[in-house]
């Protein structure tokens, strides 16, 4: 028998209090009943139950590896600049046919050269690069061939494509992205067109570069299927009409 901790009643099954411990009989279990010294009143306080803790978790496999290199949007690969730089001499050459051999008109040749094939192919690269896919320029046998022959004097035709900017697709392609990739060269050599023709009005020389790259983004954006024009007219034809406009206005001019 078990006597109550408040009256002293004996009790068969007493009531252990939550708070202090302690047992009581059935009148005297509340904390209220026996003035519980662990019951703090107008305060609550909450109860405790001890949990146990969680079971161990197994150790882990640690996977040893090298780390993700990712690669940056620009980047060239080998002998890539070596073959940009040799499209560019050509490129050079065949314009050189068609000009009188001077100092001042060599070295604006050059800067026109270098301005719009150069700058025109790279736009190509690294906008397909921004698009996460693989973009590579590279010589195409037939198109040297070709340049080559444009560059003897005296040619009627003269025929600049000594390369390309190959693209390998990597992940989604759309027509947008084509558009955009196919757009990048030609606004190039309009925006460079557009600034030598402002600074034709101090060096006059400077229209010659104008009109080379005004000729480049032209040509490149008829709507022929090996050109940058259709590409941009499939994906929009509102942009390449006002692209083709600009680069014909441009060429106009410094002509």
């Not at 690069?129 to 973009?135: E, F, I, L, T």
Request: a positive charge.
């Amino acid at each position: 028998m078990v006597k109550c901790e408040y009256c002293g009643k004996e009790v068969v099954l007493p009531f252990k209090c939550s708070y202090c411990g302690g047992k009581f009989c059935i009148d005297h279990h509340l904390p209220e009943k026996h003035e519980c010294p662990a019951l703090v009143r107008g305060v609550w306080q909450p109860r405790y139950v001890p949990v146990e803790p969680p079971p161990p978790e197994p150790p882990r496999r640690v996977r040893i590896g090298y780390p993700k290199v990712t690669r940056p949007y620009v980047y060239f690969y080998r002998g890539e600049l070596l073959s940009l730089l040799l499209a560019a001499t050509m490129v050079f050459f065949v314009f050189l046919t068609v000009i009188p051999w001077s100092p001042i008109w060599i070295l604006t040749i050059f800067i026109g050269s270098v301005t719009c094939y150069v700058s025109h192919e790279l736009a190509h690269k690294f906008v397909a690069q921004s698009y996460g896919h693989r973009a590579r320029y590279v010589l195409s046998p037939m198109g040297v061939l070709l340049t080559l022959i444009s560059m003897i004097p005296f040619m009627p035709i003269k025929i600049i494509a000594p390369g390309y900017v190959s693209i390998i697709p990597m992940g989604a392609w759309s027509t947008e992205q084509e558009g955009r990739i196919a757009l990048a060269g030609p606004i190039l050599n309009i925006l460079i067109a557009a600034f030598f023709t402002i600074l034709a009005r101090i060096i006059p020389i400077a229209r010659v570069i104008a009109n080379i790259n005004a000729t480049i983004a032209f040509i490149n954006l008829m709507p022929f299927p090996v050109l940058d024009g259709a590409k941009i007219m499939r994906w929009s034809f509102l942009i390449w009409v006002t692209m083709f406009v600009v680069s014909l206005v441009l060429l106009a001019v410094n002509l």
